[in-house]
């Protein structure tokens, strides 16, 4: 059965940490992405990757970046988190067309 | 204008209803198309690929319009289960791996 995990739930950060959002996948897929999800804007891609330390701008980067060190993790940092970044964080994976979700990260910056 | 455009609803509707979703993009050239499920305080999960020629699955029909630039979404005999929120997805002209989703209608099925 397809898995993509993400490390936490819930997280609850302060302005200005450095926030670590981690993804992991067991199908080998070579493409991940992340993506924000936030009320009337639905999902907007962060950044993306296609192979190991390959990554693409998506169409929101700022104050964002990526790390893909192995094929099956994918990881999001926050180098200064910033309350306009509270939102819930949704990595995936693909093969083909198809895009396979984890369950999500609901960050709040306080 | 956005590249995808979806009615947000809420669409509430009875048991055994048939109800619509359209979906329009902006891009002409955009080359595949799909709906997304998205139940309430879940992650996405592919629904059905929308083809050319219109395709159905059970109680789902998803068609194209490529002159109108729009997909739709039809269900049929509506089921409790079916409440959640329905996202239209395009993959643009020139991209392999990027969807461009849309904001999402939702659906609720009343008993």
């Known amino acids: 059965d397809v898995k993509v995990t993400q490390s936490s739930r819930y997280l609850v950060k302060r302005t200005g940490e450095k926030v670590f959002l981690e993804c992991v996948q067991d199908m080998d897929h070579e493409n991940m992405f992340w993506y924000r999800q936030d009320p009337g804007l639905g999902l907007r891609l962060i950044y993306f990757?296609?192979?190991?330390?390959?990554?693409e701008k998506g169409d929101i980067p700022e104050g964002y970046s990526v790390s893909r060190e192995k094929k099956e993790r994918f990881s999001l940092i926050l180098e200064s988190a910033s309350t306009n970044q509270t939102s819930m964080y949704l990595c995936?994976?693909?093969?083909?067309?198809?895009?396979?979700f984890g369950p999500g990260t609901r960050l709040t910056v306080l | 204008r956005k590249e995808v455009e979806q009615d947000p609803g809420p669409f509430n509707v009875p048991e055994g209803a048939t109800v619509a979703f359209n979906c329009t993009y902006s891009n002409s050239a955009s080359q595949s198309f799909f709906w997304y499920r998205q139940d309430c305080r879940k992650e996405p999960k592919l629904l059905m690929s929308v083809y050319s020629s219109g395709n159905e699955d059970g109680r789902f029909t998803a068609q194209l319009n490529r002159a109108s630039q729009y997909i739709s979404l039809l269900i049929r005999d509506s089921k409790l289960s079916d409440s959640a929120t329905y996202l239209c997805v395009v993959i643009p002209s020139g991209s392999a791996r990027q969807l461009t989703f849309g904001s999402g209608t939702q659906l609720t099925v009343l008993p």
């Open positions: 990757s296609y192979d190991v330390k390959m990554k």
């Open positions: 995936a994976s693909s093969v083909n067309y198809e895009q396979f």
